[in-house]
C-alpha cells in the first residue's frame, strides 16, 4: 500500500537548525542492518526455481518468514531503497539535499526526526567545488562532517555508474544515503525522448542497487511546467519513474521567494498518517 502524507519544511538555505511542528508518534524500527530487505524466501530448496522453474513460496512459508523491517536514514520521513526528490528549478531542491546529507552524516535530527547516523555520497553533478564550499558555509559555518563525501562529476548508469556506487559503498561499509542530483545527469548520452518503459528502466536499476547494498538512494529531478491537482503527476517524464520508485517527494512553493515550502510525500514504506 501507498500512503501520501503532506508537511511543511522551513527554507535550509538560510540554516540548517529549524523546527518543524509534528504530532505524529512513530516507534524505533529495529533492523537488521545487513539483511537484504527484497530477496525472497523459502524453507523449501526444491521450490528455489532450480532448473528454470518459477520460484514460489506458499502462503504458511510466507507467514512463517521473518523478514526485517527497512533501516530508516531518518525514522518516520526517508528509508532504505530509492526515492524521487522532485521540485521546480530553483525552489531550494540543492540546499534542502545539503541539510539532509550533512544531518545524516553527523547524526543530528531533521527538525523533530530522529537520524541514523551514517556516512553519505553527495553527486553534486550541478555544481562545483567552489559553488558547494560557499553554500555549505553559509549553512554550517566550519564545523565539518568527515564522512561526508561530495563528488561533482560521475558516470551514467550505462557507463557505470553502478560500479563507482559499488566501490565507494566497499570503501564506507557504514554508507547509509547516496544523493543523485540530478536524475539527468546520469541518464544515458543523448536520449532525447523517454517512454514509460526507459523511464521505468532506469529508476529499477537504482533501485536493484539500493535493494542490494541496503542503502538510500535520493534521486533529484524537476517537475514539468503544466500544473495538475495531484502534485505527483507535476513529475517531469512519465509514470514509469515514480512507479519504479519507493516512493517521492515533491516540493513547492507559492513564491520562488518564500521563507516555507510545502512537501507532499509518497511511498510504499512512509507511515499512515
Wanted: net charge neutral.
Amino acid at each position: 500500500m501507498t500512503n501520501k502524507i503532506k508537511t511543511t519544511a522551513p527554507v535550509s538555505s538560510v540554516g540548517a537548525d529549524g523546527e518543524q511542528p509534528n504530532n505524529k508518534n512513530y516507534n524505533e524500527i529495529i533492523a537488521n542492518e545487513t539483511a537484504k530487505n527484497n530477496l525472497q524466501a523459502t524453507n523449501c530448496p526444491e521450490k528455489s526455481g532450480q532448473g528454470g522453474g518459477l520460484q514460489t513460496v506458499s502462503m504458511t512459508e510466507l507467514y512463517d518468514t521473518v523478514y526485517p523491517p527497512r533501516t530508516p536514514v531518518v525514522d518516520g520521513f526517508l528509508y532504505g531503497g530509492t526515492y524521487l526528490f522532485v521540485g521546480a528549478p530553483k525552489v531550494g531542491k540543492s540546499f534542502f539535499m545539503g541539510q539532509l546529507a550533512y544531518h545524516v552524516a553527523m547524526g543530528l535530527p531533521l527538525w523533530n526526526y530522529p537520524v541514523r547516523k551514517g556516512t553519505v555520497l553527495y553527486l553534486a553533478l550541478e555544481d562545483d567545488y567552489a559553488r558547494l564550499q560557499r553554500r555549505l558555509s553559509v549553512m554550517f559555518g566550519v564545523e565539518c562532517a568527515d564522512n561526508l563525501f561530495f563528488a561533482t562529476q560521475a558516470k551514467t548508469l550505462n557507463e557505470g555508474l553502478d560500479g563507482e556506487l559499488e566501490g565507494f559503498i566497499k570503501e564506507h561499509k557504514d554508507a547509509r544515503l547516496i544523493i543523485i542530483d540530478t536524475l539527468q545527469k546520469v541518464r544515458e548520452v543523448g536520449g532525447g525522448r523517454y517512454s514509460y518503459s526507459s523511464d521505468y528502466e532506469i529508476v529499477t536499476k537504482l533501485k536493484s542497487f539500493s535493494d542490494k547494498y541496503g542503502v538510500c538512494l535520493l534521486v533529484v529531478h524537476h517537475t514539468r511546467k503544466l500544473e495538475s491537482e495531484d502534485s505527483f503527476d507535476m513529475i517531469s517524464g512519465t509514470n514509469g519513474l515514480l512507479g519504479a520508485a519507493d516512493g517521492a517527494f515533491i516540493m513547492h512553493k507559492k513564491k520562488r521567494t518564500d521563507n516555507t515550502a510545502v512537501m507532499d510525500i509518497v511511498g510504499r514504506d512512509q507511515p499512515v498518517a
